[in-house]
């Protein structure tokens, strides 16, 4: 159960990893400081994705 419930937080913090990353794109193309919120979208993607490849997300 510990195993699913980490590969589904992962895929959490993956999906909201882009959905900040999408919020960095627009605050750069409007001329906004835009580089802390494209640096938690890179760390929240990569933890995300680090957490469902350790968990074998898809594999069950």
């Known amino acids: 159960m510990k195993r699913y419930a980490l590969a589904l937080l992962g895929l959490i913090l993956f999906s ?7 919020e960095a ?15 938690i ?12 490849i350790k968990n074998k997300w898809g594999t069950f």
């Not at 909201?16 to 999408?22: A, I, N, Y």
């Not at 794109?25 to 640096?39: H, Q």
């Not at 979208?41 to 469902?52: H, V, Y």
């Open 41 to 52: 979208s890179l760390i929240l993607i990569n933890a995300g994705l680090g957490l469902m």
């Open 16 to 22: 909201s990893g882009l959905c900040v990353f999408g």
């Open 25 to 39: 794109l627009i605050s750069k193309y409007e001329n906004t400081n835009w580089f802390w919120v494209g640096t």
